[in-house]
């Protein structure tokens, strides 16, 4: 997390070694920024919390950027600096006591709160052993391989984890979290699904979770309700094992509407808009829907039913036998489709929506009687601009969950 100076100033206090923000979370450490500019203020509240027994890690200040009080300002923060680093300067000198708390400059966030006793809050455990570089400081980064990054807030009676991955890649990796004894669930901020984890176990003070994201996938992870700290779940994985039943490769029916593109036309293969040798749909801005047939036979009754998209921009609502089905806008590009498809023949749509950027770059080039497009403010865009992917790239795939495959039941909707 920040904190910006007026809040630093105005709104904190340090209860039992740690800074509380008033009306909000609680912080081990602050940790200051690389530089030794500060203004006065600052250094005060500062040194009122390191002595009240907050850590705090950065370099010792030694010019203020206000001109207000110059050049009294200056001394004025150097002696407060001298209080409370005295020698500190991050080499010979890397941590001082200073009333109830200490002062560091040197000194790793890791390192530090390891000497308070305080564990890593989140690690990463891949099978690609990557290299997680988190401390428990609310935030963790991982070497190029993966990309995982999260916060944590703590309540009463409830914690909770936010991991994103933050790579263009999926991520297969194991969640070790700074918490026992309580029930983890997974919260799906897209989908609006809570699911109550079927894989995680217990060990020396952490819960760790088998954990799947798909590129630029989030997840929470929320622990709510007592369990036995031996206690683990039955699975060994929270991601169900499905099976393509079908690939809708071949012709697709679509639909444009207006800009001079064609109001219907055969796809042979899916593909990308703005790469289309007809000008129309090259440069088409708005909603298409495209339209095909699928069998399934012999639905089981119980076993969700996947439409897989592959790949969309920007936008897709999927409908099933005529009934909308949901709508994605992100990875991973799926809907669920079990309470919509039936078996045999079965009629889809997608509607796909693009942005406005490829119209208006090909507006941008022509005379304004011409353009369809309007603005109210000058076209910024170049003849020559790079466009933009626009429509349903596939591949289109029907998935269904495995038999045996053990999946978290979905209790409720968020």
Known sequence: DYINSDALINRTSVKGGRIVVKNGPAYAVLVLPKQKVMRPEVAEAIERLVSKGATVIGPKPAVSPSLENYPACDKSLRKIAGKVWGAVDGKAVKTRKYGKGYVYDGVSLEDVLAKNGIARDVKVISNRKLRCSAAGGGRIGINNEGGIVYKHRTGKKIDVYFLANTSNKPADFTASLRRVGRKPWLWDAVSGKIIEAAAFSQKDGRTLIPLHLEASESIFVVFDGKISKNAKGPANSNTPDYTTI?????????????????????????????????????????????????????????????????????????????????????????????????????????????????????????????????????????????????????????????????????????
């Not at 679509?254 to 796809?267: D, H, L, S, T, W």
């Not at 047939?293 to 920007?314: D, M, Q, R, Y």
């Not at 770059?361 to 626009?390: I, T």
Request: proline residues 5%.
């Open 246 to 414: 079908a690939t809708l490769d071949g012709k697709w029916t679509v639909r444009f509407n207006g800009q001079n593109a064609p109001e219907k036309v055969m796809f042979d293969t899916l593909s990308d808009w703005s790469k289309h040798a007809n000008p129309a749909i090259r440069y088409y801005a708005g909603s298409a829907v495209y339209e095909k047939s699928f069998t399934t036979a012999n639905l089981a009754a119980g076993k969700p039913l996947i439409l897989e998209l592959g790949e969309v921009g920007v936008i897709a609502t999927v409908f099933v036998n005529g009934k909308e089905a949901g709508t994605v806008w992100t990875t991973p590009w799926e809907i669920d489709i079990t309470n919509f498809a039936r078996s045999g023949k079965n009629d889809l749509q997608i509607r796909v929506a693009n942005t406005w950027n490829n119209r208006l770059v090909a507006d941008s080039a022509l005379p304004k009687e011409k353009r369809q497009s309007y603005v109210s403010q000058p076209y910024r865009f170049k003849a020559n601009a790079p466009l933009v992917k626009g429509g349903l790239f596939g591949p289109v795939k029907i998935k269904q969950k495995k038999s045996g495959s053990i999946q978290a039941k979905s209790l409720r909707k968020l």
